[in-house]
């Protein structure tokens, strides 16, 4: 069992920087792929970014490329989001997950891959 706590969300103007923390206890941090997703309201649940256990390979959708980093702090166990340039269509519950998987592929971590464990999400809102 992973439990996972985001925190780091807020009201924030456009242009902004944010940085999301996800804090994870119960087992070994580092046997677990970590994922970040966002929810929009009246949205479904979208794959933002991914890294892998030992944080050499990450993932991003697309239309963040260069404006997110995805991180891990394995001695922390922690993971991080930066989030930079916010803009008000990265309003959304961000939530962190972890699947045991050693594997470093899209498939394995990517927006398919199923994740075990879930965070209750951090809220993040950008007025424009």
């Known amino acids: 069992q992973v439990q996972l706590v985001e925190s780091g969300g807020g009201l924030v103007q456009a242009g ?4 999301l923390s996800c804090a994870a206890s ?3 941090f580092s046997n677990y792929a970590m994922g970040w ?6 949205k ?30 394995n001695a922390k166990n922690t993971v ?7 803009k ?7 939530y962190c997950a972890a699947r045991r998987v050693f594997s ?5 971590i990517g927006p398919d891959a199923r994740y075990d ?5 951090t809220r993040v809102t950008v007025s424009s």
């Open 88 to 94: 008000p269509e990265d309003t959304a519950v961000y």
């Open 117 to 121: 464990y879930w965070g209750q999400g």
């Open 37 to 42: 997703f966002r929810q929009a309201p009246g």
């Open 44 to 73: 479904e649940r979208e794959f933002v970014a991914a890294i892998s256990w030992h944080g050499s390979t990450t993932y991003y959708l697309d239309s963040v490329k260069g404006r997110f980093t995805i991180s891990r702090d």
């Open 80 to 86: 991080y989001l930066q989030i930079n340039s916010l």
């Open 104 to 108: 470093t592929t899209w498939s394995a």
């Open 26 to 28: 119960g087992s070994i």
């Open 16 to 19: 902004a920087s944010l940085r």
